[in-house]
């Protein structure tokens, strides 16, 4: 159980395009789901919590205008990186939190983003 | 706010060899901790978790990990290192909230 899929696996893009990454609890509702950045041989940076049917909220420093989070339902978030740069290329990791659970995390396989 | 600390950023042992991964934490209050693997561009698997109670706490591939207040640390153990075993391992902290830090990792090299 607490499986956390994300979708596309890796995308490469324009600079100045769009790119949406899907994340599903995919047998279990979560309320939370996260969404993190990890540069190479680095650890995981949470960018912002997403709650089901509100407005996400952001780390310091992460342009809230550029990721754009949506959690419309019990089971799915989504992260758009908007006008996207060759900076912004990193692997992107969602986690969800199981709703009435206690404290634990599950994080999908993660989404490799490759801007050219 | 909570912090964690893996003082080792590469670690390499023998198969067969026994595995201890340290991490510290900064805490004020009894703190959430688990222990997360990652292998090369995949994400998170839990290993194991503590919230409460027996301060060992038994996870899955083997590993436990032992949680001690009086040093503010919770390192991973395995008796026997497996070739499979080889990966990321990453330490986090939970505040009982939506806070999450996680340490900066500790690579696990396994020689043959």
């Known amino acids: 159980g607490a499986v956390v899929s994300q979708h596309p696996s890796r995308v490469i893009c324009k600079s100045g395009t769009s790119v949406k990454i899907e994340c599903r609890s995919l047998?279990?509702?979560?309320?939370?789901m996260f969404w993190y950045r990890q540069f190479p041989k680095k650890s995981l940076m949470l960018m912002a919590t997403?709650?089901?049917?509100?407005?996400?909220?952001?780390e310091q420093g992460v342009e809230k205008d550029k990721f754009l989070i949506n959690h419309a339902s019990l089971t799915l978030s989504t992260l758009t990186v908007t006008s996207a740069h060759p900076e912004d290329s990193s692997f992107y990791i969602c986690?969800?939190?199981?709703?009435?659970?206690?404290?634990?995390?599950?994080f999908g396989p993660g989404t490799r983003l490759l801007v050219l | 706010a909570q912090s964690v600390t893996q003082p080792d950023i590469h670690i390499t042992v023998s198969e067969g060899a026994s595995l201890e991964l340290r991490c510290n934490y900064s805490?004020?209050?009894?703190?959430?901790l688990f222990w997360y693997v990652q292998s090369p561009g995949q994400g998170l698997q839990l290993l194991l978790k503590?919230?409460?109670?027996?301060?060992l706490v038994q996870g899955i591939k083997g590993f436990e990990a032992e949680f001690k207040r009086s040093q503010s640390s919770f390192n991973l153990r395995k008796p026997s290192v497996h070739w499979s075993d080889a990966a990321e391992y990453f330490c986090?902290?939970?505040?009982?909230?939506?806070?999450?830090?996680f340490g900066a990792g500790t690579r696990l090299t396994v020689k043959p």
């Open positions: 986690s969800a939190r199981v709703t009435g659970g206690v404290e634990t995390q599950y």
């Open positions: 047998d279990f509702q979560a309320t939370t």
């Open positions: 997403s709650n089901e049917g509100s407005k996400a909220t952001y």
């Open positions: 805490y004020g209050a009894t703190p959430y």
């Open positions: 503590y919230f409460s109670g027996d301060t």
């Open positions: 986090a902290v939970g505040a009982g909230n939506n806070d999450m830090r």
